[in-house]
């Protein structure tokens, strides 16, 4: 499927982050960058999708793998729906988180 295909209308968070700007806009790229922009809170499909820019099909074509990779766990069931969440127990995930936060400094030093 090409990358076009997964992207939705209207400026969503993870069009712009700084994973995106090192790591292009794939799609499990913006999920993740739009997982880790709600750490503090659990997240639906819907709301991922919205978060990064995508449609929910890409979503879920998505995030088994990401899930499985221990990037991003399932956390619990809300109405039917599966919330998801940033796996901060996990030694792969914080160090995505790290170096968001480095890229956006250089990001903001270097305006790139």
């Known amino acids: 499927m090409a990358e076009a295909e997964t992207e939705v209308e209207g400026e969503a968070y993870a069009e712009d982050t700084a994973l995106t700007k090192l790591f292009g806009g794939h799609a499990k790229s913006r999920i993740i960058a739009a997982v880790l922009s709600e750490a503090?809170?659990?997240?639906?499909?819907?709301?991922?999708?919205?978060?990064?820019?995508?449609?929910?099909?890409?979503?879920?074509?998505?995030?088994?793998?990401?899930?499985?990779?221990g990037v991003i766990e399932h956390t619990r069931d809300v109405a039917g729906s599966k919330m998801y969440q940033v796996?901060?127990?996990?030694?792969?995930?914080?160090?995505?988180?790290?170096?968001?936060?480095?890229?956006?400094?250089?990001?903001?030093?270097?305006?790139?």
């Open 40 to 69: 503090d809170q659990d997240l639906n499909v819907t709301q991922i999708a919205e978060l990064a820019g995508v449609t929910r099909k890409t979503v879920y074509e998505h995030i088994d793998d990401l899930v499985a990779l």
């Open 87 to 112: 796996d901060r127990d996990d030694d792969i995930a914080e160090k995505i988180a790290e170096l968001e936060w480095q890229l956006i400094d250089r990001v903001d030093e270097e305006g790139v």
